[in-house]
């Protein structure tokens, strides 16, 4: 069926640390896998995406691997900053069913400072 | 260039009253999407408009409607509104379906 989970729900990294943010994904038919970031009262805001023929893919301060193999998704936050926190969701992506994207439930993540 | 609008922002509404919510997508942007965001259910897709067509529609009963209209902007209905009905309405659009969607601040909706 199609799922997309995460490990952890809350996350707690020191300030300047790097983030991993991890997601699992249960169908295989995902065409993209998509990660967001939703700051409290705003609507989701769109970090990276990345293609399911990739592996990784490198934006600014972010860095997304997906692993196929255990179907495994996860966001890399370097040098943790206290903007970065908010609530992340991977998602997935169908090319077949358009616009349509299935959410994960969201890791909190939060700077100690 | 703006981002996508949403109106209202916040909504205060009684058991079995109807609403409508309006979105304004990012200018250029033909493809809106709508979904809703509960603290029990997470973000659910709803439906998608393009070209003032329903291209796809998520698991919701038929209370839940929305339209596109020719400039893109798009509402969404709920009739015969229901406690569980209260939620976080978020609109986002793309160029096309298929492409990176981009998501307003939402309509937070109270059902008493």
């Known amino acids: 069926g199609e799922s997309v989970g995460l490990h952890l729900p809350t996350l707690s990294v020191q300030e300047g640390d790097n983030s991993i943010i991890n997601c699992a994904y249960s169908n295989s038919a995902s065409d993209y896998f998509i990660w967001y970031k939703q700051e409290s009262g705003k609507g989701p805001q769109f970090i990276i995406d990345i293609r399911s023929n990739m592996d990784k893919r490198q934006g600014q301060r972010v860095t997304v691997l997906l692993n196929k193999t255990v179907k495994h998704l996860s966001l890399q936050i370097a040098a943790t900053q206290p903007g970065d926190s908010a609530v992340y969701f991977c998602?997935?992506?169908?090319?077949?069913?358009?616009?349509?994207?299935?959410f994960g439930s969201g890791t909190r993540l939060s700077i100690r400072p | 260039k703006a981002g996508v609008t949403q109106t209202p922002r916040y909504l205060i509404k009684t058991r079995g009253q109807q609403v409508t919510l309006s979105c304004s997508p990012i200018s250029g942007h033909r493809s809106v999407s709508w979904y809703q965001q509960t603290p029990g259910q997470g973000l659910q897709f709803l439906f998608e408009y393009f070209s003032e067509t329903q291209r796809n529609k998520g698991n919701f009963p038929g209370r839940f409607s929305g339209r596109q209209f020719s400039n893109s902007r798009s509402e969404m209905n709920v009739s015969t509104l229901e406690l569980g009905d209260s939620a976080l309405y978020l609109c986002?659009?793309?160029?096309?379906?298929?492409?990176?969607?981009?998501f307003g601040p939402g309509t937070r909706l109270l059902v008493l």
């Open positions: 986002a659009s793309s160029l096309d379906p298929g492409e990176t969607q981009y």
């Open positions: 998602a997935e992506g169908f090319y077949s069913s358009a616009s349509k994207i299935i």
